[in-house]
């Protein structure tokens, strides 16, 4: 058995390299370029009329939900023409290739071989076309019928001891419908160990909020963006990664709003943007978006968030109720007096030291929100996947109660959620800590008692199939062996279990690292179209402010054996747990408003789902904060004092944060660019500021390996070639999932149980060629 992640075929060998070319960092985001871009992918991928067909489809009013990223359509003015942005149509690309993985494919390359291809040339396989089978020792998956599978899958899981000993993990791809009976299913079967990409994503943003504020998700509609006076995205690259956000920017900016952007880097979106839905943007006329960009350390913000709080309370003190909103405070919040009290003591130079942000352009910044009360924070991955990132989410939380800035327009939370319905699948119960409401919920509906227990996150689920405790594997969608921590002891993880089960769209590499048996099960995309009694289904969508919507795919699937994640789990049901099930799955098959219905019956605020998800534009979910209330056991908004923490280094160390590069949607590589940065053709790139390279004696590529030593156990990413960039000292970065191998198992967030993603301690030295 090959014992190697595949991430890098052969370190020694210089082909590894792709040829990398640097140019100048982009200093505006989008235009022409990126239309261009998008259109030829899709051409390339899907052809003339069937990419076509998509585009004209995507995001518009009963058509089908962007694949890519959760940000809201707008309510009113949608885009004539199409509503998405080239990473839009890149994912959409990508989902509608004609190229096809049938039998013949999997026959001719050992899924040995396939590991040895990089994840950019795993992704340009194609659409898995059919259910394809790894027997015990095999080399080859071989072809296999829905029926048999769904069999051996019954046989696996009815063979464990306990249900416990099965991991089911989703992928924020999954519809509203699909992750309602998936839960439904797992917990009938009789277990809570429901990990999602979630627990990597946004999962520190829902416990700091709901801890904070009453409600996990954030409290903005898109038209807050219009009203706001101040709007602060911390650690976030829209231009990459929602770059539709950067048109609410734009709109936003011409109604009057200051832009605050906290980031280590000047990401190019952020600092300039040219819109390419309209006219001036595709001639070419730039408009810079940020005001005031703060380039802080890695992990910095807590440090600064304090320190703008220390001089917005000063400021306070000297001018009682002129700055700080003492109405909302006292009336919605508690701990005010504590937390003011630990402010006062924050010691400003430590703030300055940490953040890495002049005290100068500390006093700017909160200058301009000491008079200003209609503010909006945006987050995403830059706060959330740090060892404290849970308080660092609660000190923004903290900001804004200062200003009484939730629950009123043009102000609130807004963590920039990443999938296209990772929200949805956290409401529909994708949970694997649910609380009583819910499973009481689920108790009287369908009349099992689904099991209370709290069953494993991802690390957890990890760690457990690591232990020999978890034995069955099954994802609906996502690559869980590359999106995951610490890849080397994922893979071993993976490989212990009896059974690995990945139900997916493409093929990726976690149908290459598997279990002593395992099923690819392809599935439907959100493109396709859904075609079930000569009625073409429609599914549901969350997107990030909490709009439900519809989706039909408008495609036709690249093979007549792909099943729709509903059916898949629908049969999957019925076969493992047979006579003994409570539920009628056959009805959910045969048409997805019985789904819809029994969502309804089960979880709040879903009241006539059939009728209103078909309204154009979909309809808006309660929101406690939005309604201006909190939902917290005081029924007050918490202020939450915490206090940062100097990072452990020693001289020769550095902390590296992954990130998405242009070219990617998370573990799909669609290009070896990363265009805004000045990157092309190649992705085993470290950024590097210029005298933290001088300190060690490195100049602009040369190759370097990259180390660390955590708890003892030593992990190393090789080959990698060093690339001078903006970046504040200290801090480096890289691609994910490259150096996934380099996030250590047991390096999580606290409460959230995230994987540290972008505070990752390295060392870097020259690469040495080992002897021929
Ligand atoms: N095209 C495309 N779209 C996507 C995705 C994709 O891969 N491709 N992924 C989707 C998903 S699942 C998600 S979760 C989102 C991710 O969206 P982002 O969170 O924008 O993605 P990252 O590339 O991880 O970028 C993190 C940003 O945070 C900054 N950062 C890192 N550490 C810190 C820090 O300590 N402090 C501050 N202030 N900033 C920091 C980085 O410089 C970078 O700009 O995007 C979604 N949309
Ligand atoms: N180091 C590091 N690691 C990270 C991150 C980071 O910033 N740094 N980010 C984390 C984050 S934010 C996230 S969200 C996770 C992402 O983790 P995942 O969601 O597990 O990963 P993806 O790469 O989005 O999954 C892509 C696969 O999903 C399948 N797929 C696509 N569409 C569908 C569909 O409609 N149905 C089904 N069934 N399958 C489909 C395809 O087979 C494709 O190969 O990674 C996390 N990992
Ligand atoms: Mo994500």
């Not at 701990?335 to 400003?348: E, G, K, L, N, P």
């Not at 534009?617 to 904060?625: A, D, K, S």
Request: proline content about 5%; hydrophobic content about 35%.
């Amino acid at each position: 058995m090959d014992e190697r992640n595949g991430y890098s075929p052969n370190p020694e060998n210089p082909e590894d390299f792709t040829g990398l070319r640097l140019s100048k960092v982009k200093t505006t985001a989008a235009g022409v370029p990126a239309v261009l871009s998008s259109f030829k992918m899709i051409i390339k991928e899907a052809g003339f009329f069937r990419g076509n067909k998509a585009l004209l489809n995507l995001n518009q009013k009963g058509g089908f939900d962007c694949p890519s990223c959760a940000w809201p359509d707008p309510d009113d003015e949608r885009s004539g023409i199409a509503e998405y942005c080239e990473n839009g149509a890149r994912a959409v690309a990508d989902e509608a290739t004609t190229k096809r993985l049938t039998a013949a494919f999997f026959a001719e390359n050992s899924v040995f071989d396939l590991s040895l291809l990089s994840d950019y040339e795993i992704g340009k396989k194609g659409r898995v076309a059919q259910p394809m089978y790894l027997p015990k020792g095999a080399t080859h998956y071989q072809p296999i019928s829905w029926k048999e599978s769904f069999e051996k899958i019954s046989e696996h899981l009815n063979r464990l001891d306990t249900p416990d000993e099965a991991v089911f993990y989703t992928s924020g791809r999954t519809s509203n419908e699909a992750a309602f009976l998936y839960q439904l299913f797992v917990r009938e079967y009789g277990t809570n160990n429901l990990p999602d990409c979630s627990n990597m994503c946004h999962e520190s943003s829902g416990v700091a909020l709901g801890e904070s504020l009453g409600i996990g998700k954030g409290s903005v509609k898109l038209e807050d963006f219009y009203e706001a006076e101040v709007i602060m995205i911390l650690g976030q690259n829209p231009g990459t990664n929602h770059p539709r956000m950067l048109s609410a920017l734009q709109k936003a900016k011409r109604n009057g709003a200051i832009i605050i952007s906290i980031n280590p880097l000047p990401e190019t979106g952020l600092m300039g943007f040219n819109n390419p839905q309209q006219l001036k943007g595709v001639l070419g006329i730039d408009a810079a978006l940020t005001d005031i960009f703060l380039q802080v350390k890695l992990n910095g913000d807590l440090a600064l968030l304090q320190a703008i709080e220390y001089l917005l309370l000063k400021e306070e003190m000297k001018y009682p109720r002129t700055v700080f909103d003492k109405d909302f405070i006292e009336k919605h919040t508690i701990d005010y007096d504590a937390f003011s009290r630990h402010i006062m003591q924050v010691d400003m130079d430590a703030c300055v030291e940490q953040s890495g942000i002049s005290l100068q352009q500390i006093k700017e910044t909160a200058d301009i929100l000491k008079d200003r009360d209609r503010i909006i924070a945006c987050w995403a991955m830059g706060l959330t996947q740090h060892k404290n990132a849970v308080d660092t989410i609660k000190e923004v939380v903290n900001l804004l109660l200062l200003k009484g800035s939730i629950g009123k327009p043009g102000s609130g939370t807004c963590p920039v959620r990443g999938h296209s319905n990772v929200q949805g699948d956290r409401t529909m119960g994708i949970y694997e800590k649910p609380s009583a409401k819910f499973l009481n919920a689920i108790e009287t509906q369908f009349g099992f008692k689904p099991p209370e227990k709290h069953g494993y996150d991802v690390v957890e689920s990890i760690v457990a199939m690591h232990e020999g405790k978890g034995k069955v594997f099954i994802a609906m969608g996502g690559n869980f062996l590359s999106a995951t921590p610490d890849t080397n002891y994922t893979a071993q993880a993976l490989r212990k279990c009896n059974l690995t089960v990945q139900i997916s769209t493409k093929l990726n590499r976690s149908h290459l690292i598997h279990g002593e048996e395992a099923l690819i099960l392809p599935c439907l995309g959100r493109s396709d179209k859904d075609m079930i009694n000569g009625i073409n289904q429609y599914v549901t969508c969350e997107n990030s402010m909490g709009v439900v919507q519809s989706s039909k795919g408008v495609l036709k699937p690249v093979s007549n054996k792909l099943l729709s994640e509903p059916v898949i789990v629908s049969r999957m049901a019925r076969a493992v747990l047979g006579n003994k099930s409570k539920i009628n799955w056959e009805a959910y098959a045969q048409h997805y408003d019985t789904i819809r219905n029994d969502i309804e019956k089960t979880i709040l605020g879903f009241e006539n789902y059939n009728e209103r998800a078909n309204q154009p534009g979909g309809f808006y979910l309660p929101n406690c904060n939005r309604e201006g209330w909190f939902d917290t056991l005081s029924g007050k908004a918490h202020f939450n004092i915490a206090t940062f923490e100097k990072p452990d280094l020693a001289a020769d160390e550095l902390m590296m944060m992954t990130i998405r590069s242009h070219d990617q949607f998370n573990t799909t590589i669609y290009g070896l660019n990363d265009r805004y940065r000045g990157i092309y053709n190649e992705r085993r790139v470290i950024f590097m500021n210029q005298k933290d390279m001088n300190n060690r004696g490195l100049k602009s590529g040369d190759v370097v390996d990259i180390y660390n030593n955590h708890n003892g156990v030593e992990r190393v990413a090789s080959h990698f070639i060093i690339v001078p960039f903006s970046i504040p000292q200290g801090c480096a970065a890289t691609y994910f999932p490259e150096t996934n191998i380099l996030v250590p198992i047991d390096s999580v967030a606290d409460k959230s149980n995230t994987p540290t993603s972008k505070m990752i301690v390295i060392k870097v030295k020259n690469h040495v060629s080992l002897p021929a």
